[in-house]
T-cell receptor, first 113, second 114 residues
């Protein structure tokens, strides 16, 4: 049990669909993150939220839209994705944003057809 | 920008062999260093971390890592691996400069043969 849960665990969607990924942390942390994990590549940081405010957006295409309604929940809204967006999307949290260790969820395996 | 290099993409060892996985980073300032492990079908888990103090840090499951500042390295070691250590290992660096982001290496897949 990691304290960070993600749903769904697997998602297949067409390029014209709209879907959302959900992340919830039960650790009382103040910072949450979205990462993209592709085969043979380093984890790519997509978004950082600290106390529900977005503090980092690493040049992510607008077809990915994050939402953080409170410090325990984080969403990633997806629309008009491309096949190259197929990857494992990981959510993480940390006590505060910055130098602290991060705790990861199991990820959502996304396939765009 | 910070970069992290893990030179070995795939390492294959027999049980009881010794392990050393390399990790080098580019940022020359103050850093926090991490090793994460991802067992097949499981989430990323923290193996060990270095923030300050003794550069030789010990983690879970008999792993240790040594921070050598002059070499910008944080290599992971284990004296005797087990089949259950088969996993992917990621080095990560959090520079304490302006970015304060966690930068990951591309990972090393370790396969331990029984």
């Amino acid at each position: 049990e990691t304290g960070v849960t993600q749903t769904p665990r697997h998602l297949v969607m067409g390029m014209t669909n709209k879907k959302s990924l959900k992340c919830e942390q039960h650790l009382g942390h103040n910072a949450m993150y979205w990462y993209k994990q592709s085969a043979k590549k380093p984890l790519e940081l997509m978004f950082v939220y600290s106390l529900e405010e977005r503090v980092e957006n690493n040049s992510v295409p607008s077809r990915f839209s994050p939402e953080c309604p409170n410090s325990s929940h984080l969403f990633l809204h997806l629309h008009t994705l491309q096949p190259e967006d197929s990857a494992l999307y990981l959510c993480a949290s940390s006590q505060e944003q910055g130098a602290y260790e991060q705790y990861f969820g199991p990820g959502t395996r996304l396939t765009v057809t | 920008a910070q970069s992290v290099s893990q030179h070995n993409h795939h390492v294959i060892l027999s049980e009881a062999a010794s392990l050393e996985l390399g990790c080098n980073y580019s940022y020359g300032g103050t850093v926090n260093l991490f090793w994460y492990v991802q067992y097949p079908g499981q989430h990323l888990q923290l193996l060990l971390k270095y923030f300050s103090g003794d550069p030789l840090v010990k983690g879970i499951k008999g792993f240790e890592a040594e921070f050598i500042k002059s070499k910008f390295s944080f290599n992971l070691r284990k004296p005797s691996v087990q089949w259950s250590d088969t996993a992917e290992y990621f080095c990560a660096v959090n520079d304490l400069g302006s970015a304060r982001q966690l930068t990951f290496g591309s990972g090393t897949q370790l396969t331990v043969l029984p």
